[in-house]
């Protein structure tokens, strides 16, 4: 039984991408890199492997390509960070589509039968061709990236650039709007690329399109006990009780993701009551505020879920939603519910 449990709600899935999809009226390919950002692949890929709205998956390297051929799934598989010697021989046998951004991925692919799809840096300043303009019977797609896409100017400019180069290209792929990217209905792209979107984590504050929460994190109460006023709390004492005080230890601690960043400033939920975190995040343990509660030991807490999403926490702990979902560790069990 595990102590900690990371719920996938495969019907707010199912309702983002359709809304997704609505709003842009192009086909999507699912950003699923890194092991769909620690969300699970497998159980996101079998929800999204049913859709006719999503036409393909995108990965960030050969490997995590092949992971996915391997457990079953049959869509086109995009590796974004393309191709590199010794890699050649998976993309055939695997059929993975790799994006080209570099002369030494189609040295790579040189005489092989592979159909790709090409990137240019429009601004992003990481993968991509700049002044080359690649042409290769071969190619299915061509695509760029937004580097700010909550900087409308910029945008606006990256989606100016983009249209100068597409104009050279017909029957392929078009691509370049990620999840806050969608705001700027580009009228010339065919897909649009999402990840953070599909799970109901809000891109950008004013977001147009209407997510479920679709991602539910929590984890058990392992001790409940009071402390009596001016007792200690965690390693190096950074937060001593004030009164006599009620306390819990919830199991679930940094090496399951809960960055120690959020000592002391955090919040965790029993059932709707906003509960403290008390002193230093541990590795296995938080300890936290069970004042005017009726918690028990055995109880479950809510980290992630109806009350506060990743990027709540990742405000508070002043970093972004991707990191510290990416930081759910193999420890917390992984369910996808309907
Ligand atoms: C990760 C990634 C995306 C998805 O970004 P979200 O903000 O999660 O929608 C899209 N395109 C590229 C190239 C990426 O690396």
Known sequence: MARAV????????????????????????????????GMS????????????????YAVACVEEGVELRKAGFKKDILVLGGVLRGEERALTEYRLTPVVSHKEHLKVIEGLHVGFHVKYDTGMGRLGFLEEVIRDSRIKGVLTHLSSPLDRDFSLRQIEEFKKIVKDYSSVDIHMESSAGVIYRVPFTTHIRIGLA??????????PVALKRALRLKARIISVKYLPSGHPVSY????????????????????????????????????DKPIKILGNITMDMTVVDLDNTSAQVGDWVEIVGEHQS???????????PYEIMCNVSSRVKRLLVP
Request: hydrophobic letters at 40%; one cysteine or more.
């Open 236 to 271: 190096s004492r950074t937060y001593t009780t004030d009164k006599k005080k009620k306390v819990g230890v919830v199991a679930f601690g940094y090496a399951d993701g809960l960055t120690k960043a959020l000592s002391n400033i955090g919040y965790l939920y029993w059932k």
């Open 41 to 56: 692949a497998f159980h996101v890929c079998s929800v999204l492997e049913h859709m006719d709205e999503v036409s393909s």
């Open 310 to 320: 990743f990027g709540d926490l990742a405000k508070l702990a002043g970093t972004i």
């Open 198 to 207: 599909m799970y109901g984590e809000k891109p950008a504050p004013d977001y």
């Open 6 to 37: 990371l719920e996938i709600s495969a019907d707010a899935i199912r309702h983002n991408i359709k809304a997704l999809k609505d709003f842009s009226g192009k086909k999507i390919i699912a950003v699923v890199k890194a092991d769909a950002y």
